[in-house]
């Protein structure tokens, strides 16, 4: 997981900001009248691969173990980098400038990146610290699993950063 930790992200967060960037210049290379954030919010919603298409295409075709378990963890971060992408994009639209939306964007991903791993972090150590006094409740453990990303989302929102990601 480790060695593969690299090429999903570029993956997922790569190629989905480079997706959005080529879509918005073409768009607005051809439509001009389209101002270039916009174009830019067209290209990140349309930025992350399907899953259900990538799911589908590893049935039909032979893919490689490791190619298989990329692609699974890219699956995983790139809808969140597309939101985050078109959340930067709809900003600049609305702000009119891409450096305001920049620093935004930045801190909304990065600072949500990193709350993710800490209460990630956290939410081990419950459970590590519930099994090791003897419960291993079945309701328990799904109750948490069912209620942890939704109150991640709830303090990343608190935080003004990404719950997504």
Same mark, same amino acid.
């Given at each position: 997981?480790?060695?593969?930790?690299?090429?999903?992200?570029?993956? !997922?967060?790569?190629?989905?900001? !480079?997706?959005?960037?080529?879509?918005?210049?073409?768009?607005?290379?051809?439509?001009?009248?389209?101002?270039?954030?916009?174009?830019? !919010?067209?290209?990140?919603?349309?930025?992350?691969?399907? !899953?259900?298409?990538?799911?589908?295409?590893?049935?039909?075709? @032979?893919?490689?173990?490791?190619?298989?378990?990329?692609?699974?963890?890219?699956?995983l971060l790139? @809808?969140?980098?597309?939101?985050?992408?078109?959340?930067?994009?709809?900003?600049?639209?609305?702000?009119?400038?891409?450096?305001?939306?920049?620093? @935004?964007?930045?801190?909304?991903?990065?600072?949500?990146l990193l709350?993710?791993?800490?209460?990630?972090?956290?939410?081990?150590?419950?459970?590590?610290?519930?099994?090791?006094i003897g419960?291993?409740?079945?309701?328990?453990?799904?109750?948490?699993?069912?209620?942890?990303?939704?109150?991640?989302?709830?303090?990343? @929102?608190?935080?003004?950063?990404?719950?997504?990601?």
């Open positions: 997981a480790g060695r593969e930790r690299q090429p999903v992200l570029s993956l !997922a967060i790569g190629l989905v900001v !480079a997706t959005t960037l080529v879509i918005g210049f073409l768009l607005h290379a051809f439509v001009p009248s389209i101002p270039l954030a916009a174009a830019f !919010a067209l290209g990140a919603a349309l930025g992350p691969t399907d !899953a259900v298409a990538v799911s589908s295409l590893s049935k039909s075709v @032979d893919i490689p173990k490791r190619q298989a378990s990329m692609l699974k963890g890219e699956l790139n @809808d969140a980098s597309g939101i985050v992408s078109f959340q930067f994009a709809i900003s600049a639209v609305i702000t009119g400038t891409l450096v305001n939306a920049s620093v @935004d964007f930045l801190v909304e991903f990065v600072g949500g709350l993710g791993v800490v209460l990630g972090l956290i939410g081990n150590g419950v459970v590590r610290r519930a099994r090791s419960v291993e409740n079945t309701n328990f453990h799904v109750l948490f699993e069912v209620l942890i990303p939704f109150l991640i989302y709830l303090v990343a @929102d608190v935080c003004h950063v990404s719950g997504v990601i």
